[in-house]
């Protein structure tokens, strides 16, 4: 299309801005702004100063704006009907364009998003893998991309999970391990997780473990059973002992139930004891053995 615009004339602005700008650096100079002290007694000479200055700058920036005006008037009337007759006709038709374009284009994409879903749900049930949506993929379907290609994506990926699953059915506590990965689909973090809560775990339960021990070992003492190390039991004598064995493997009904034999077999033994050493010479004395009162650990 031949050129239909065209700049006939350039602006031609008349100025002696340079002279001009002598007499302001004159003007300036003259007023010694450098050496002028400013005190009460000549801040109002100060103002007056500045108030000329300013009215002269002023007087200038008028004739500036009215050059500027001068120029832009014709540009900007210009640039009206330029917008009018051209540029917006263009772009309405582009725009038109770009939507019938856009239209074909998102169906097409649409198709082939479809056509990759039904292929990803239908390897989900041929590999029973519930747990997974299209969307989990992040495949972003454009048009360069061939269906093949984003065909052999999920079946990478779905081999993947294959790969993943096989490796946490290997492991010591598959089916919470399982429901970490379910989470987020990264095995690595989800047996490492699943480690870490069993390992903290353990060592919390060795911890109670420990402390219930001890505190069994406690209420035996109280008891007046001390421990024996030839035979690794508390014992009270021979006939009354607990085996560490026993302290640490007995639960909580069948430990208590042993100490309260153990409790009174000792109370047996103390009440035969101050049998034997209260006096014969035919008073009755009465004996009271006061029982030792038990804490369950």
């Not at 050129?3 to 004339?9: A, D, G, S, T």
């Not at 005006?69 to 038709?93: C, L, Q």
């Not at 987020?184 to 021990?213: C, D, F, G, H, P």
């Not at 139930?257 to 006096?279: R, W």
């Amino acid at each position: 299309m031949e050129n239909q615009i065209k700049l006939v004339q350039h602006p031609i602005i008349a100025h002696k801005l340079q002279e001009a700008g002598k007499e302001v650096s004159k003007r300036i100079e003259e007023l010694e702004l450098d050496k002028q002290v400013a005190t009460v007694e000549t801040v109002k000479s100060l103002k007056e100063s500045r108030a000329e200055l300013n009215k002269e700058l002023a007087d200038f920036e008028t004739q500036r704006k009215q050059i500027k005006e001068g120029v832009n008037n014709p540009y900007n009337e210009f640039e009206g009907i330029y917008k009018t007759e051209i540029s917006e006709k263009y772009k309405s038709a582009l725009d038109t364009l770009k939507d019938k374009i856009a239209f074909v284009e998102n169906k097409i994409k649409s198709e082939k998003k479809q056509s990759v879903e039904t292929y990803f749900n239908e390897l989900c049930v041929s590999e029973r893998i519930d747990f997974i949506t299209f969307d989990k993929l992040g495949i972003e379907i454009n048009l360069s991309t061939s269906e093949k290609k984003y065909k052999e994506q999920v079946y990478d990926y779905i081999q993947k999970v294959n790969d993943d699953l096989a490796l946490i059915k290997s492991t010591d506590f598959e089916a919470e391990t399982l429901t970490e990965y379910k989470l987020s689909l990264n095995v690595s973090n989800a047996i490492t997780s699943v480690k870490t809560r069993k390992e903290s775990e353990a060592a919390e339960k060795a911890k109670l473990k420990a402390q219930e021990t001890q505190s069994r070992k406690n209420l035996l003492q109280t008891l007046g059973m001390n421990y024996v190390e030839i035979t690794n039991s508390f014992e009270f004598n021979a006939d009354v002992y607990v085996t560490v064995t026993e302290i640490y493997n007995l639960s909580k009904e069948d430990f208590t139930t042993k100490v309260s034999e153990c409790e009174a077999k000792i109370n047996d033994l103390k009440a035969k004891e101050l049998e034997q050493k209260s006096p014969t010479n035919g008073s009755n004395v009465e004996t009271v053995s006061k029982p030792i009162q038990v804490t369950k650990p």
